[in-house]
């Protein structure tokens, strides 16, 4: 089965083709820059490479989630309209599960910066989810981590956490990893494909002009 995955949930935006889990090719690029001007160039610039045509895949696998709203809304829609223009499979994969390295012994914590001292978290055992990826406090997060007594890795978006992590769990492992398109690809292959119509980013949380708009309609509705 050949494979087009990609992940743009976060400033990064990776891209990988594979044959099952051999990978083909990969290219990474980590500047800011707007996903939807690269990805498409980028995608073409490796099938090119390969000497292969958009006709030649078989499955799209993209990262749902969580992350940047706009890089998830541009990448769903980008592989739902391949996905239905090459009349192939879709799969979504979690952002945060392709985040987490294969053979880390414990708990492995995959975070991504969601802004104001929050994170979209996973919390993963031997790539088993040991409960739901959520958007948490970074604080909430590290409650809940230091009340599992085990072995911790902090994967992802760690830098901007480091000092707080240290403060409050001195014996944790932090590992920062960027997003991995060949790791999406590999995870999205073993998954069953997905409806194209009702495929959907999957945000965890509302987006800042929704929030606002629920939080002031509250609040009106609670003035009379």
Known sequence: MKIAAFDTSSKALTLAILEDETLLAQMTLNIKKNHSITLMPAIDFLMNSLDMKPTDLDRIVVAQGPGSYTGLRMAVATAKTLAHTLKIELVGVSSLLALVPEQVEG?????????????YAGFYQSGQAMRPEAHLPLAEVLDIVSAANQPVTFVGETAVFAEQIEAVLPQATLQPTLPDAAAVGRIGLVLPAQSIHDFVPNYLKRVEAEENWLKNHKESSDSY
């Open 107 to 119: 708990l492995v914590i995959p975070v991504m910066d969601a802004r104001r001292n929050n994170v």
